[in-house]
């Protein structure tokens, strides 16, 4: 499981259809220190376009885990989970500015020491 992603099948609204996939989790953190708690978006924009960001995004996570300053979605994987969860991260960082996303990424028992491995190897090349 890597940590990130958008639960269930395709979820269509009064906005645009957003295409989501099933095991990631997005935690969101709030920082009340910096900016204030308030989304910029109007109730009509909201409305239109909820399955496309914060509220369809808690909606869809079949596991949501209290934090002391947010709460930690989890979805199962898939391929185009990742591009779904960018896709409500980039409109969310433009409305409500305060919450701050975080990626785990998780695996079976040697997963950590794989990545250690990984994050030491070879050279960095643009992908």
Same mark, same amino acid.
């Given at each position: 499981?890597f940590?990130?992603? +958008?639960?269930?099948n395709?979820?269509?609204? %009064?906005?645009?259809?957003?295409?989501? %996939?099933? $095991?990631?989790?997005?935690?969101?953190? @709030?920082?009340?220190?910096?900016?204030?708690?308030?989304? /910029?978006? /109007?109730?009509? *924009?909201? #409305?239109?376009? %909820?399955?496309c960001?914060?509220? &369809? !995004?808690?909606?869809?996570?079949?596991?949501?885990?209290?934090?002391a300053?947010? +709460?930690?979605? #989890? @979805?199962? %994987?898939?391929? $185009? +989970?990742? &591009?779904? !969860?960018?896709?409500?991260? *980039?409109? #969310?960082?433009?409305?409500?500015? @305060? !919450?701050? @996303?975080?990626?785990?990424?998780?695996?079976?028992?040697? /997963?950590? *020491?794989?990545?250690?491995?990984?994050?030491?190897?070879?050279?960095?090349? #643009?992908?």
């Open positions: 499981m940590a990130a992603g +958008v639960h269930g395709s979820v269509r609204g %009064a906005g645009p259809a957003c295409t989501l %996939a099933p $095991s990631h989790t997005v935690e969101i953190r @709030f920082d009340m220190d910096i900016l204030p708690i308030a989304c /910029t978006l /109007t109730r009509a *924009e909201l #409305e239109r376009d %909820a399955s960001l914060m509220p &369809g !995004l808690l909606k869809r996570a079949p596991s949501l885990v209290p934090l300053d947010g +709460v930690r979605l #989890e @979805f199962d %994987a898939a391929e $185009s +989970v990742l &591009g779904d !969860l960018i896709g409500v991260i *980039e409109r #969310e960082r433009h409305c409500c500015q @305060f !919450l701050q @996303f975080r990626l785990d990424i998780t695996g079976p028992e040697g /997963t950590r *020491e794989f990545l250690a491995e990984v994050a030491t190897a070879g050279t960095r090349r #643009e992908c």
